[in-house]
């Protein structure tokens, strides 16, 4: 175990956190507090695991760095287990089973449950970072997902909610057989949400870029790249873009089901 940022020693000042856990409901996680996990299947990658069911999350999202030769060659997810993988920074070369995929920033890959994720990095000895997501499929009858694989560059800009300046991209298809979809929110600085949303679909967010203040069951909290915000189901939400910055950040939703009862 050791510090995901590389901090180790005694700080300058006394210990102090931005952190904030409450679970079931909402958590914001900067970099500066995670660390090192150890996952068997990891070879080479510094890996730290954000959101679980241990806060509240039905998912399971993590940041994983890959070193030169790294990554997973045994097979992430499968089964029932649907994965998706986002590259943040660098290369890799992302496999569902056996078919090959090379990404680069901003590339990603979705594999349904029964089809492996295989990750190895691939950039020019330098070390690459990814986002990683896995989440128990939830099966309807007729329906199916299937791989998807593709670069944000690619994707249509949609205004979002009828303002100019909030940019929506939908990087998984609109099909009943995907039970979940990530999306990039892009905010140009000054930007907001129309309105503080309470819903029942979780999210687990990683922001890419950018800074803001973000409305977390009614408190406000200050936000900035490289932090991560879990918000679980019903808790309201919102975020203005501050800054000079565009404040963008990828998010997972749940999607095309009905509650089980
Ligand atoms: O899609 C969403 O629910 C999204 N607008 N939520 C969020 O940005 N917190
Ligand atoms: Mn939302």
Known sequence: MGYFTNQIGYPADILSSRSIIKRDNYALIPPEGLVRNIIPGFDNCDITILSTPKLGASFVDYLVTLHHDGGNKQGFGGDEVETFVYVIEGGVTASADTTAHELTQGGYLYCPAGVMLRLANNNAGKSSKVFLYK???????????????????????????????????????????????????????GASHGYIETHVQEHGAYILSGAGVYNLDNTWVPVKQGDYIFMAAYVPQAGYAVGKEEFSYIYSKDCNRDVEI
Do not use: T, W
């Open 135 to 189: 989440r128990r499929y939830q099966r309807i009858d007729g329906y199916q997902a299937h791989v998807v694989c593709d670069n944000i560059n690619n994707l249509e800009k949609i205004h979002y909610e009828g303002m100019d300046d909030v940019i929506l991209q939908d990087l998984l298809p609109k099909d009943i057989g995907f039970d979940m979809n990530m999306h990039i929110l892009s905010f140009k600085p």
